[in-house]
């Protein structure tokens, strides 16, 4: 009798070990570049259709998984985008194991209807504290030598 229950299960194991090792996932990943192949870090590669997707590291590298349960074979637009950048897509089709799709990010000229600046960590005194608010315009910013980012 144990050899018999053995064997069942034995049989049973064999019958779907093809069908757990066929229900893999896919793993998409790739690297985002611009036009000089210069990695671009924080760029939102993903399955909007899905929700599922990843940021990309700062080698530009990115990595995620659908499940196995929500591959059929079916083919998805896999989108790249970053602001300041125009944002590119690939149809691709989901199957088990890795799929490589790469993107190159062409510069996007923006238009800023207005910029807001903020100061942060400055102290005052309570009868020096008010706020206010200016305009610049364009003349002014395309005499701008260039852009500072202030780091404190």
């Known amino acids: 009798m144990h050899s ?3 064997r069942r299960a034995l049989a049973l194991i064999a019958a779907l ?29 993903r399955i909007s259709t899905m929700g599922l997707g990843a940021i990309t590291g700062n080698d530009g590298r990115y990595s995620f998984f659908v499940p196995a349960a929500r ?9 790249a985008r970053l602001l300041g ?3 590119q897509s690939a149809t691709i089709t989901l199957r088990s194991g890795t799929i490589t799709q790469d993107f190159t990010l062409v ?27 200016n305009s610049v315009d364009t003349a002014q910013l395309q005499r701008a030598a260039q852009p500072q980012n202030v780091v404190s």
């Open 4 to 6: 018999f229950i053995t």
């Open 17 to 45: 070990c093809p069908a757990a090792l066929s229900a893999q996932e896919a793993r998409i990943t790739g690297r985002v570049t611009n036009e000089a192949a210069v990695p671009v870090v924080g760029a939102t590669v």
């Open 71 to 79: 591959i059929s074979g079916q083919s998805v637009v896999l989108t």
């Open 85 to 87: 950048y125009t944002e």
């Open 107 to 133: 510069t996007a000229p923006t238009r800023l209807s207005q910029v807001v600046v903020t100061g942060e960590g400055t102290s005052t005194t309570r009868e020096h504290l008010t706020t206010t608010i």
